[in-house]
């Protein structure tokens, strides 16, 4: 039997140009889920949007902008209730990534991921979900990551957005149930997208030999954006709240809670390791 779950559901991704977001976007379109899309960057937008018709999906739109800025987003919300009414999922794909220490981080650097992983769903977020309580159904899916969950060293700006992300999501689970809307946190480990290839180390010269080994090593063990695709769309299905992408996540956030003291020792051992590896230059 087919599954139908996701036909001619109303779906809005950021992040639709690449890495997760594209693929979750072409996962939906063979689901035949009518897709409205965004992202910053225009030529990859368009890229997905036609590689999506071109196998006869469905985009009922798709704009180029930021979704740091308010103003924007609410325009593209009010196009949208306008011609199409409420969605029936929102999904919060869109992020960025830097590392660094927290003396070596410039201040644009923090206001970048803050505003682009956490204000810029809070901004979907609040001219999306709305009207989707009026019609009391839908369901939101926000994109945090291991950094969410876990310590991990160097991540204190990208690990500030994506555990806001987290307690946004969790206060929401409550908040909208009586509206009958079904929030999902997705907690991906390594997946190997873009952001792999242009991963910024504040302080540390990104060709530097070591980091190139880190690198790769990331990659050996990262799960492709279509695997994490499959895994978000079926915890969406299974109206699961916290959707891992790979089993290493799963168990380390179950380890986390079970052998505290296991984390704290490893976290430190990775710490150690960053600083005396990535700081001999």
């Known amino acids: ?23 979750t976007a072409m996962l939906l379109a063979e689901k035949g889920a009518i897709l409205f899309l965004t992202d910053i960057n225009e030529r990859g937008l368009q890229e997905t949007v036609t ?4 196998k006869n999906g469905k985009v009922s739109a798709s704009k180029t902008f930021s979704i740091t800025n308010f103003e ?19 999904m919060n794909i869109a992020g960025i ?33 709305p009207e989707m309580m009026k019609q009391r159904k839908g369901h939101v899916v ?10 991990l060293p160097w991540h204190g700006a990208y690990s500030a957005s994506k555990y806001g992300l987290r307690g946004l999501s969790d206060v929401l ?12 946190l997705v907690c991906p480990g390594a997946v190997d997208t873009g952001l792999v290839h242009t991963i910024k180390i504040s302080g540390v010269e990104i060709s530097a030999e070591e980091l190139q080994t ?21 915890g969406i299905e299974k109206n699961q709240y916290m959707i891992f992408t790979s089993l290493d996540i799963r168990f380390g956030y179950w380890a986390q809670r079970k052998f505290t003291f296991i984390y704290e020792w490893v976290m430190q051992k990775m710490n150690d390791y960053f600083q005396n590896t990535l700081t001999k230059q």
């Open 214 to 234: 880190l690198k790769s090593r990331f990659q050996k063990h990262a799960v492709k954006p279509e695997q994490a695709a499959k895994s978000i769309l079926k």
């Open 97 to 129: 990534s830097a590392w660094g220490a927290v003396d070596k981080m410039q201040h644009e650097e923090w206001d970048s991921i803050i505003d682009i992983n956490l204000k810029g769903p809070i901004h979907i977020i609040k001219n999306f979900v």
């Open 72 to 90: 924007q987003v609410k325009l593209f919300s009010e196009e949208i209730h306008a011609q199409h009414g409420a969605m029936d999922v929102v």
């Open 142 to 151: 926000n994109v945090s990551s291991a950094a969410g969950l876990f310590g």
């Open 51 to 54: 590689q999506i018709k071109d």
């Open 1 to 23: 039997m087919t599954n139908t779950f996701f036909q001619n559901k109303k779906c809005l991704l950021t992040g639709a140009a690449s890495g997760i977001g594209k693929a």
């Open 173 to 184: 689970r409550h908040d909208l149930k009586r509206h009958n809307i079904h929030v999902h």
